[in-house]
């Protein structure tokens, strides 16, 4: 999973004192034009100037880098901050060769370890000798449906990271499985 600092400055919004509405252009046509309110409103959350490293891969080291923006002073101290959970896309092309279209969040994505297709043969030669990553395998985050079908078709080179993930991505498959049983149940009965 990956985090982002957003900030939010404020802003100042002036309002003109003949028409009570946020001074425009045309405010300067009103017979008594001037400004005499000015209010702070919060601006937008952006993660836009924070810095090149805006990445994170624990909520808390985002945090301790806020602490530290805080710290620099002036402008910095007086933005509001928060940490967000940065959307994720499907790194299934890492495997397929073509990547799908799918974006969401991090939470919904799924660690799959897989060995290319290319090193096949010298990892059956060596008897499947290694461990990632000296044995050459690859790691990516997919969706859950890339992982089932990254399953479903290529089981013996597949595999997923992590007890939680593996659990819930195995009770999918044999949801698939079933569906599919089913389906060709009705199929042979109908016939």
């Not at 597949?158 to 991505?169: I, K, S, W």
């Not at 498959?173 to 089913?182: F, I, N, S």
Request: glycine share 10%; net charge negative.
């Amino acid at each position: 999973m990956a985090y982002q600092i957003e900030t939010r400055k404020a802003g100042r919004l002036l309002t003109c004192d003949a028409c009570g509405a946020e001074v425009g252009v045309s405010c300067f046509d009103h017979p008594r034009a001037g400004v005499s309110t000015m209010t702070v409103r919060p601006g937008e959350w952006t993660p836009e100037g924070i810095g090149a490293d805006n990445m994170f891969t624990t909520r808390a080291s985002a945090e301790q880098a806020i602490t530290q923006l805080c710290a620099l002073g002036d402008e910095w101290a007086r933005a509001e901050y928060r940490v967000t959970e940065m959307p994720a896309g499907c790194s299934c092309g890492e495997w397929s060769g073509e990547a799908c279209a799918w974006s969401g969040p991090a939470s919904a994505t799924v660690e799959i370890e897989f060995m290319p297709a290319h090193l096949r043969s010298t990892h059956e030669a060596a008897r499947n000798v290694g461990v990632y990553p000296h044995n050459g395998a690859v790691r990516c985050y997919v969706s859950r449906d890339c992982a089932l079908e990254m399953l479903e078709s290529d089981g013996e080179w597949c595999h997923v990271v992590g007890p939680v993930a593996q659990a819930e991505v195995l009770a999918l498959l044999a949801g698939r499985m079933r569906e599919r049983l089913d389906a060709a149940q009705g199929a042979g009965e109908g016939a």
